[in-house]
């Protein structure tokens, strides 16, 4: 069985964006909120998960050397 892939970071911002206007709404019932409300914990953590990682990203493109020149770094498996 392969690992479901997760969403591209807009997708998922996307879809919990959906998800918030659904539920402001009162559109669906109890099961379904419950539901929409799990589904958008696990998306809102993943994307505070991506926007961490990209944070990291940026602060090892900003740094610097004693000359004051970029220090580059390779930022590991970028799959």
Do not use: H, Y
Not at 39 to 46: H, I, P, V
């Amino acid at each position: 069985m392969t690992e479901k892939q997760e969403p591209k970071f807009e997708d998922a911002l996307g879809r919990l964006e959906a998800i918030v206007s659904e539920m402001e709404q009162a559109k669906v019932d109890l099961d379904t909120s419950i539901a929409r409300f799990e589904e958008g914990m696990r998306l809102a953590k993943m994307c505070e998960k991506k926007l961490g990682e990209t944070e990291k990203r940026i602060e090892i493109l900003m740094r610097k050397d004693k000359t004051g020149e970029p220090e580059w770094e390779s930022f590991g498996d970028d799959t």
